[in-house]
């Protein structure tokens, strides 16, 4: 998954408490091995080498778990009007933070109509999918940590765990409270500051966190090139630093952090405050820090 993979339990014999911290590292691995863009030998790379050469008369049968991931993920495009992509890698894939590269105005115009969720013809009963377009790759990043850290959760509550914290990179669930307290997750400071920007106590719930400052790179005019990139233009979104969204499955909450930040602020906002389950804290690039309606800001 490309970050670091943080377990919490307590539970009352030590060596199982053990036993249970290493199966859900084995299970980390699983699905990172399954939904990895980067290993060839993933379900997600084969899927992406063969899903455009079927058609709807020969779809690519799929697992009913890349299904229930498309399907959510295709919720999300509908329910944001395509903010939430997973399709974006089609051009998003040429960018090289690393070295600092980005695709040219050329492969951008080439790419840019391959964009697009409506590509990804599923059929969640039968478990198939096909590409309508030849040019579509998917990359399942803006979910499948969040669902990770959900499955792990799922794992510890069911072997009788009450209290647990798994985090992934920016993507936590806690399962009950830290023994009679709150659990305390703090979102980092944007752009390279140390420290933590805001802690929030949470039981029972998830939290996921996007920012522009985990893969990026300034560009040759000194802008700020991330990873986050809105799907109607190919480029990085450009408003805000930092979304944190507050539910009860990192399912949700990892897809939604992506679409607010993409959305930007105000549109941001207003899906959340549409959103009973859910909350959301924004820093802006200019760090102004905003927050849903079912929040309240510290004082």
Same mark, same amino acid.
């Given at each position: 998954?490309?970050?670091?993979?943080?377990?919490?339990?307590?539970?009352?014999?030590?060596?199982?408490?053990?036993?249970?911290?290493?199966?859900?590292?084995?299970?980390?691995?699983?699905?990172?091995?399954? !939904? =990895?863009?980067? $290993?060839?030998?993933? %379900? &997600?790379?084969?899927?992406?080498?063969?899903? #455009?050469?079927?058609? /709807?008369?020969?779809?690519?049968?799929?697992?009913?778990?890349?299904?229930?991931?498309?399907?959510?993920?295709?919720?999300?495009?509908?329910?944001?009007?395509?903010?939430?992509?997973?399709?974006?890698?089609?051009?998003?894939?040429?960018?090289?933070?690393?070295?600092?590269?980005?695709?040219?105005?050329?492969?951008?115009?080439?790419?840019?109509?391959?964009?697009?969720?409506?590509?990804?013809?599923?059929?969640?009963?039968?478990?198939?999918?096909? !590409? =309508?377009?030849? $040019?579509?790759?998917? %990359? &399942?990043?803006?979910?499948?940590?969040?669902? #990770?850290?959900?499955? /792990?959760?799922?794992?510890?509550?069911?072997?009788?765990?009450?209290?647990?914290?798994?985090?992934?990179?920016?993507?936590?669930?806690?399962?009950?409270?830290?023994?009679?307290?709150?659990?305390?997750?703090?979102?980092?400071?944007?752009?390279?500051?140390?420290?933590?920007?805001?802690?929030?106590?949470?039981?029972?719930?998830?939290?996921?966190?996007?920012?522009?400052?985990?893969?990026?790179?300034?560009?040759?005019?000194?802008?700020?090139?991330?990873?986050?990139?809105?799907?109607?233009?190919?480029?990085?979104?450009?408003?805000?630093?930092?979304?944190?969204?507050?539910?009860?499955?990192?399912?949700?909450?990892?897809?939604?952090?992506?679409?607010?930040?993409?959305?930007?602020?105000?549109?941001?906002?207003?899906?959340?405050?549409?959103?009973?389950?859910?909350?959301?804290?924004?820093?802006?690039?200019?760090?102004?820090?905003?927050?849903?309606?079912?929040?309240?800001?510290?004082?």
């Amino acid at each position: 998954m490309g970050t670091r993979v943080n377990v919490t339990l307590w539970y009352k014999d030590a060596a199982r408490a053990r036993q249970l911290s290493a199966q859900v590292m084995t299970e980390m691995r699983r699905i990172d091995a399954t !939904y =990895s863009p980067y $290993q060839d030998s993933s %379900d &997600l790379s084969q899927m992406n080498r063969a899903a #455009a050469k079927r058609h /709807a008369a020969d779809p690519l049968p799929i697992s009913p778990e890349m299904s229930r991931l498309l399907d959510k993920s295709l919720y999300y495009g509908r329910l944001t009007d395509g903010a939430f992509d997973i399709t974006y890698a089609s051009l998003a894939r040429y960018y090289d933070y690393r070295a600092g590269k980005q695709p040219s105005d050329a492969q951008r115009e080439q790419l840019l109509p391959a964009i697009d969720y409506h590509h990804v013809k599923l059929d969640n009963v039968a478990h198939t999918v096909y !590409y =309508s377009q030849p $040019q579509v790759y998917v %990359d &399942l990043g803006g979910i499948a940590k969040g669902y #990770a850290v959900d499955r /792990a959760i799922e794992l510890l509550r069911s072997a009788g765990v009450q209290h647990a914290s798994v985090s992934a990179g920016g993507d936590s669930r806690v399962l009950g409270d830290r023994r009679g307290r709150p659990w305390m997750v703090g979102i980092k400071q944007p752009r390279g500051a140390e420290g933590v920007a805001i802690t929030v106590p949470l039981t029972d719930s998830a939290i996921s966190t996007s920012g522009d400052y985990e893969r990026y790179f300034i560009g040759a005019e000194g802008e700020w090139i991330h990873h986050i990139i809105n799907p109607r233009t190919g480029k990085s979104s450009g408003e805000l630093a930092s979304v944190s969204i507050i539910g009860p499955d990192g399912f949700d909450t990892d897809a939604l952090s992506t679409s607010v930040f993409v959305l930007g602020a105000d549109k941001g906002l207003a899906l959340i405050n549409q959103l009973p389950a859910f909350d959301a804290i924004l820093i802006t690039r200019a760090g102004k820090v905003r927050y849903s309606n079912g929040l309240t800001a510290p004082e």
